[in-house]
């Protein structure tokens, strides 16, 4: 083969390899508003990423944590929910599994999958968000008693 073949090759293995990378579907988390669409927040995210959201029950008034994973489709799974009083609002019935652990009723394997996690934020509730273990935004960045979402957006 001579050089210059070779050298087409190269580029053309290069070029191609360039497109491929760049061709890779990217994911963000959005916070935004339900009512006006105004966007509070936004992070690049990947599928298999964990979302945990953690709050004060309105009613209960105990700690309540979800946690979904993020699948390919731009949808959230739901892998886990613990909380402390069985009340307002607990799941009664679920495909998977029920644990107690340190005072939290713990339940996995639930085979649940949303578009997205919606609630009216209040300041007076500890709301937390998480992605894999690290807090991303503080309850204060967010308004109070407004309907918000997060869901995943394919950029």
């Not at 070779?6 to 508003?33: H, N, P």
Request: hydrophobic content about 35%.
């Amino acid at each position: 083969m001579n050089k210059k073949v070779r050298l087409l090759i190269f580029c053309f293995v290069i070029v191609s390899g360039y497109f491929f990378v760049q061709a890779k579907d990217t994911y963000e988390l959005v916070i935004k508003e339900q009512r006006t669409q105004q966007e509070y927040y936004r992070m690049t995210v990947e599928p298999g990423d964990h979302i945990s959201v953690s709050w004060i029950h309105s009613v209960e008034r105990t700690p309540w944590q979800e946690t979904y994973k993020i699948v390919d489709n731009q949808q959230l799974e739901l892998i886990e929910t613990r909380f402390q009083s069985f009340g307002a609002g607990v799941p009664h019935e679920s495909n998977g599994e029920t644990t107690i652990e340190d005072g939290y009723t713990v339940m996995t394997g639930i085979d649940r999958v949303v578009e997205q996690f919606s609630w009216v934020h209040s300041h007076d509730a500890d709301f937390q968000l998480f992605l894999n273990d690290e807090n991303i935004i503080e309850s204060y960045e967010l308004p109070h008693h407004h309907q918000l979402e997060f869901h995943i957006e394919k950029r």
